[in-house]
């Protein structure tokens, strides 16, 4: 099962971790890389507080997690919601966040060590294929199938929806360019969409968790498809794993191969998580003491 998964599934450096230790993360320093084997989840956030400075927590088991730096990095223009965490192939992290409520780009930051955050760049979200009024929420995704990366990103031709998500591709490894978008197909809702979509590759299968914004309800679904841009069918809808309104899922794996499912509990003011060996059957949810209260919509990554 661990090696299915392992094969399967690559979220972030997610699968790299269950490689023998010295062929993970060649490029950590080996101060990092000790922090990195005990602390091996490490989850970006904004705050209640504000949606401009960064916070970086740490935990060894996903759930129970410290806080690593807060604020750790306030970028030079614009806002950094939902911030999505990478370590990257060069040994870098990398977070791509939400610059602004309305606009045309997300942008992309890194660091050696998580502390201190340099601005990489500003990815524009205009093209001929659409001219967005916002842009929100876009999320790294490392495609076991292709070796590509990906970010998925929250794109509204409206004033604030219908959202739709689009997929960026990494042109090469420098993160600086970036080839689409392209729409991923199959979703739509008559409300104001779908946004905050998280991908995960599992059994053969792209699964999406994403959620759905209509009549006023904020509820994470989940739909499959079999290619990263879709067509997708929705699987899992509504409140169908009792998460209540939620949004910003992101998944993770356990140290027992299980996946653990995050989401901003949106009514509740509370971190969620959730676990399952599936995808599909998930256990009641609960609540992440030291994130709940203050953490806004952010990614795990398991290194
Ligand atoms: C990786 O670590 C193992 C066990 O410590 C060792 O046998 C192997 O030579 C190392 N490989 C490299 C490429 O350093
Ligand atoms: C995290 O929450 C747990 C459970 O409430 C608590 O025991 C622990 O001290 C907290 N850790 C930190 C760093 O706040």
């Known amino acids: 099962m661990l090696a299915v998964i392992a094969f399967c599934l690559w979220i972030g450096a997610a699968a790299a971790a269950l490689l023998p230790a010295n062929l993970t993360t060649p490029a950590l320093s080996p101060e990092l890389f000790k922090r990195a084997v005990s602390n091996p989840y490490v989850f970006t956030a904004f705050t209640s507080a504000s949606e401009s400075n960064l916070y970086v927590y740490t935990s060894s088991d996903a759930t129970s ?147 759905a914004e209509s009549n006023g309800q904020k509820h994470v679904e989940h739909a499959v498809a079999s290619a990263l841009t879709g067509p997708y069918s929705f699987v899992q809808t509504g409140d169908f794993a009792g998460w209540g309104q939620a949004e910003g899922p992101c998944v993770t794996v356990l140290p027992n191969g299980k996946f653990r499912l995050f989401a901003d509990g949106f009514s509740s003011g509370k971190y969620i998580y959730s676990d399952s060996s599936d995808l599909y059957t998930w256990s009641a949810y609960k609540t992440v003491p030291n994130l709940s209260g203050t953490v806004r919509h952010g990614t795990v990554l398991r290194q």
């Open 65 to 211: 997690f410290s806080l690593l730096k807060g604020p750790a990095y306030t970028p030079p223009t614009g806002l950094i919601r939902d911030p999505s965490l990478i370590l990257h192939t060069d040994g870098l992290y990398y977070i791509a966040y939400t610059t602004d409520w309305s606009g045309q780009n997300f942008a992309i930051a890194s660091s050696s060590d998580l502390l201190t955050w340099t601005r990489k760049a500003t990815i524009s979200t205009s093209s001929s294929v659409i001219k967005p009024v916002n842009t929100w929420a876009p999320e790294f995704f490392k495609d076991a199938k292709t070796g590509k990366l990906n970010i998925v990103v929250s794109l509204s031709t409206g004033s604030y929806g219908p959202f739709l998500p689009y997929v960026f591709t990494a042109s090469d490894s420098s993160l600086t360019t970036w080839s689409g978008p392209t729409v991923m197909s199959g979703i739509s809702n008559s409300g104001l969409g779908y946004i905050d979509t998280f991908p995960v590759y599992y059994n053969n299968q792209y699964h999406i968790f994403t959620k």
